[in-house]
């Protein structure tokens, strides 16, 4: 049996900081093949999917985009509305039909910055999701472009 990954809401969010973040949330639908966002575009607002399949890519000149990771039910969408500029490093399309809750990022900043322990809390699980992301991403691209790959089959 697997671990609970530590970037999906439920494990990740004391159950006080999760009930006020739910109580920020809209309900959202995404067509199979709908962009969410697009590298380099404006970040205000992210996402919780509930079902469906969500892929992250990166832009790669010359080349199609590099799909880094795929996320599932429960996991977040979207960290770079945390971070001034706010501008999306990576790309996200829906693999499948997803159902998702959508924030936005304004609100939940403010909320971050008048509670210190909400915003401790969301800053600690965002900062483990950028972890996670940054490890994916290097791994799937020095599989797909190193000589020998990233060596993690070994």
Sequence with gaps: MSTPSPTRIATALPPDCRTRLME?????????GARLFREGGHADRFW????GTVTLDVHVPGRR???????GAGQLVGCSWL?????????AEAMTPVRAYE??????RMLMDSDPVFGSALGRWV??????RLQATRVRLLD???PYGSGSSL
């Design 48 to 51: 919780i999917v509930r079902s």
């Design 103 to 108: 924030f936005d990022a304004e609100r939940v």
């Design 144 to 146: 797909l472009y190193a």
């Design 65 to 71: 985009a590099a799909v880094v990771e795929n996320l």
């Design 83 to 91: 971070f001034k500029p706010y501008t999306w490093h990576l790309g």
């Design 24 to 32: 920020m949330a809209r309900e959202v639908n995404f067509t199979e």
């Design 127 to 132: 900062a483990e999701v950028l972890a996670h």
